[in-house]
């Protein structure tokens, strides 16, 4: 399960998108989450109204399988309470419960909530309710760690699939300044070296 602060960033959100696509990693967001998303993006004028909305349904059309309904996730509002420390991110943690109170995976014992918003949660509470809390660049770098192969074809996909197509240092570049350093430093050092064609 993604929260808005990780989707906010370009670069992470397609990479991530594209490890769906290849079947390493499944991605989940709810309505009010890519809302959050689309007005963070307006706010800091990085797009418009209408780039965001169509961004939003690029964001569906791309990821199927992603959304967890509304519905759903204010069901478990008050499952997900404990797991919050401040209640307006209490949809985050309804959006990671919900996934597991509609069977999404079923026999599984925890799915991940991937955020850079690490004080805004209960950790060891999330973790009782079945949720891990991830900071997207442990989490990017731990599955360049377990699936390199599968990480390098993501990422050069994603910079093929872009229409300024950039280089591989360029968007390196981009995926640190949403905040993932160490998975770029990873990846340049892979591809510095030959390892993976990037």
Known sequence: MVDADV??????RG?????????AIRMHWSPLLVDEM???????????ND???RN??????????????????????????PGVNDAKDLHVAACAVALHAFAYYPGASKVHLITRNAKDFATKKLMALGVVQ????????????????????SFR?????????????????KLGN?????????????????????
Request: glycine letters at 8%; aromatic letters at 6%; a negative charge.
């Open 56 to 81: 939003a349904d690029a964001m569906h059309a791309s990821v199927p399988g992603a959304m967890v309904s509304v519905l759903e996730v204010q069901s478990v509002f008050a499952a997900a309470w």
């Open 15 to 23: 990479l991530l998108a594209y490890l769906d696509h290849g079947g």
């Open 134 to 153: 991830r900071h997207p660049d442990a989490f990017l770098l731990e599955q360049w760690d377990d699936e390199p192969a599968a990480m390098a074809e």
């Open 38 to 48: 689309s007005r963070a993006l307006v706010k800091t004028g990085r797009t418009t």
């Open 178 to 198: 949403d905040g993932q350093r160490r998975t770029a430093a990873a990846l340049l050092g892979a591809h510095a070296s030959g390892a993976f064609a990037l």
């Open 157 to 173: 996909r994603l910079r093929h699939d872009l229409p300024s197509r950039p280089s591989v240092e360029t968007l390196l570049v």
């Open 7 to 12: 989707l906010y960033g370009a670069t992470t």
């Open 51 to 53: 780039e965001a909305r």
